[in-house]
């Protein structure tokens, strides 16, 4: 269980190509300077090799697949929290169970939504390259994806903007 003087958890989802990952560190590196003790965690890191294999073959991970990475994601989010630090993780989080998965070793995970257009991030996207997830996946990502609910500890935040302007937005409304 989390110390009770550390903020809560705050959790960077999106579709692949939304800035996850650089948002996540941004926002991180903001909560240092702010005084906060923060951590960032990229959820992509935690994936098990055979999920890694088969997205970089092309083939869209199922609930099945992503079970023990978000064991893993949930396990490191609590890991952090207890340290005394807040936790910041980048991960997709696309279906509101896996968001409740996470929930449950951090019941007040608070959720920033990087929210864009297909077409935003098809663009950005192809400016990339992900070591495991091609851009071939993004249509799936997107098929998959389930807004978080009024009732999740959320927030979309638009990302037509720079990167600091996302995560002043995010600090704008983070616990």
Not at 25 to 41: D, I
């Amino acid at each position: 269980m989390a110390d009770a003087t550390v903020l809560p958890p705050v959790l960077v989802m999106g579709v692949s190509g939304s800035g996850k990952s650089t948002v996540g560190e941004a926002l991180t590196r903001a909560l240092v300077e702010r005084g906060q003790a923060a951590e960032f965690v990229d959820a992509d890191g935690l994936h098990p090799q055979v999920n890694k294999d088969k997205m970089h073959a092309g083939v869209p991970l199922t609930d099945e697949d992503r079970r023990p990475w978000l064991d893993a994601c949930s396990a490191r989010i609590a890991e952090v929290q207890r340290t005394g630090s807040r936790c910041v993780m980048a991960n997709s989080a696309l279906k509101r169970a896996y968001r409740d998965r996470l929930r449950e070793d951090a019941p007040d995970l608070f959720i920033a939504f990087l929210d864009g257009s297909r077409e935003l991030i098809a663009e950005r996207q192809s400016h990339r390259h992900h070591e495991y997830m091609p851009n071939s996946l993004l249509d799936s990502q997107f098929e998959t994806l389930e807004r978080p609910g009024s009732d999740e500890a959320s927030a979309a935040v638009p990302i037509r903007g720079s990167v600091d302007e996302t995560v002043a937005a995010i600090l704008a409304i983070v616990p």
